[in-house]
T-cell receptor
Framework: GEDVEQSLFLSVREGDSSVINCTYT??????LYWYKQEPGAGLQLLTY?????DMKQDQRLTVLLNKKDKHLSLRIADTQTGDSAIYFC?????????????FGAGTILRVKS | DTGVSQDPRHKITKRGQNVTFRCDPI?????LYWYRQTLGQGPEFLTY????????KSRLLSDRFSAERPKGSFSTLEIQRTEQGDSAMYLC???????????????FGPGTRLTVL
């Protein structure tokens, strides 16, 4: 079955880089996603990566994928206080008639000014 | 705003009452999903529609839960005889998939937070 694991908490200083790590189990996953959730809010899609890519960069965000180790990371450059939130890694898991997302428990990012 | 919307944002109810939530997906999206998120956890899949057809249901979806998408646009999720364990955030997401390879990227609404007293 699918399982996604993340570290629970990360604290960084404003201006530093943040790296949030994730491991997944389903080697057949074609897409992997990063979502951001602020307190009391829904999930905001940040970025995704296709499984045949090693890296994807989108402004301050860099996603690295090590398919052999089933390891995904999200790097946020020049972290700001507005980046404080919970970050979820998710893999897409096929069902008989569609796809569902399987999420990790989330990493709380705290940015200190 | 053309994102996914959900109503109500918050619902407080007493145990045993029925509740209904509504989700309006992004207008051209043909797939609609319901997830449940409890405190400290990531969202868990409940059910999925392609157009008006409910094609998948999780084992998490007990008989007290029912979902509809009557015209392939908005969807409702009803919980009958609510229990304290139903307290959670209920999230709706939508995506657009038309044959062939696709990311099936899911966009989420703000959620409905349910508290059962």
């Amino acid at each position: 079955g699918e399982d996604v694991e993340q570290s629970l908490f990360l604290s960084v200083r404003e201006g530093d880089s943040s790296v949030i790590n994730c491991t997944y189990t389903d080697s057949s996953s074609t897409y992997l996603y990063w979502y951001k959730q602020e307190p009391g809010a829904g999930l905001q899609l940040l970025t995704y990566i296709f499984s045949n890519m090693d890296m994807k960069q989108d402004q301050r965000l860099t996603v690295l994928l090590n398919k052999k180790d089933k390891h995904l990371s999200l790097r946020i450059a020049d972290t700001q206080t507005g980046d404080s939130a919970i970050y979820f890694c998710a893999e897409i898991a096929p069902m008989e008639y569609g796809n569902k997302l399987v999420f990790g428990a989330g990493t709380i990012l705290r940015v200190k000014s | 705003d053309t994102g996914v919307s959900q109503d109500p944002r918050h619902k407080i109810t007493k145990r045993g009452q029925n509740v209904t939530f509504r989700c309006d997906p992004i207008s051209e999206h043909n797939r609609l999903y319901w997830y449940r998120q409890t405190l400290g956890q990531g969202p868990e899949f409940l059910t999925y529609f392609q157009n008006e057809a409910q094609l998948e249901k999780s084992r998490l979806l007990s008989d007290r839960f029912s979902a509809e998408r009557p015209k392939g646009s908005f969807s409702t999720l009803e919980i009958q005889r609510t229990e304290q364990g139903d307290s959670a955030m209920y999230l709706c997401a939508s995506s657009l998939v038309w044959g062939g390879p696709s990311t099936d990227t899911q966009y989420f609404g703000p959620g409905t937070r349910l508290t059962v007293l």
